[in-house]
């Protein structure tokens, strides 16, 4: 009888773009380089809009509700490129339409699986770049980026709020008291959540620096 393996899962979220997702996965794997990451980006895409730039474009045609690639190529210019340059062993990106993540997971599950056959390492630990993952799964850590000044501040992305061990603030705890009433953050999260500031090119901050070697040290237990 075959055994799903088991993985450390850490996974790295926010409430908009261009707010330093890419570079807080960057951040932590550089941070920890005997770690043999995998890391991944993860991104749903519609309604002809580009799933790497926002950009109108063709690259989502309706025959393809899901699809993964394996970067190879650190200077390619593309997040998962970043990933690599960063350290991480491997890194993917996985694309699915808009509303069908549950239809990609077994691609990306059948892509893990075959990367430990081929190298025979037992499960090395798993980054991943997503918002829309935590409706399928606990991770070991969920690392929520957020600046409470932009005005793209879904209530999706504050109910994915609830569930982080971190909030990462680009910008100080000032910045968050301060931001206009109707995109400012519940009271009660910034008192009960673990929140760093840390700006873009910023050292990872030492809480998070405990979190993750806490989590690197735990048995590994989620099954993907």
Known sequence: MSTHPRWRVIVVGGHTRSIGKTQLVCDIVRAFPN??????????YGHGVCAQ???HCDCAP??????????TLPESGTDSARFLAAGAKRSFW??????????GLPLMREALRQTLSVTGQASPPLILESNSLLQFL??????AVIDPAREDFKDSARVALDRADAL?????METAASAPPWIKLPANLLRTKPSVSQKEGEPLPEPLH???ERALQSPPSIVL
Not at 35 to 44: S, V
Not at 138 to 143: E, G, H, I, R, V
């Open 94 to 103: 996985l694309r699915t339409k808009q509303g069908f993540l549950a239809e």
């Open 35 to 44: 770690a043999n990451w995998i890391a991944g980006k993860i991104t749903q």
């Open 138 to 143: 606990k991770p070991s850590l969920y690392f």
């Open 210 to 212: 405990v979190l993750i």
């Open 53 to 55: 730039n926002g950009n």
């Open 62 to 71: 309706d025959e393809h509700i899901c699809a993964i690639e394996w970067e």
């Open 168 to 172: 990462v603030l680009r910008g100080s």
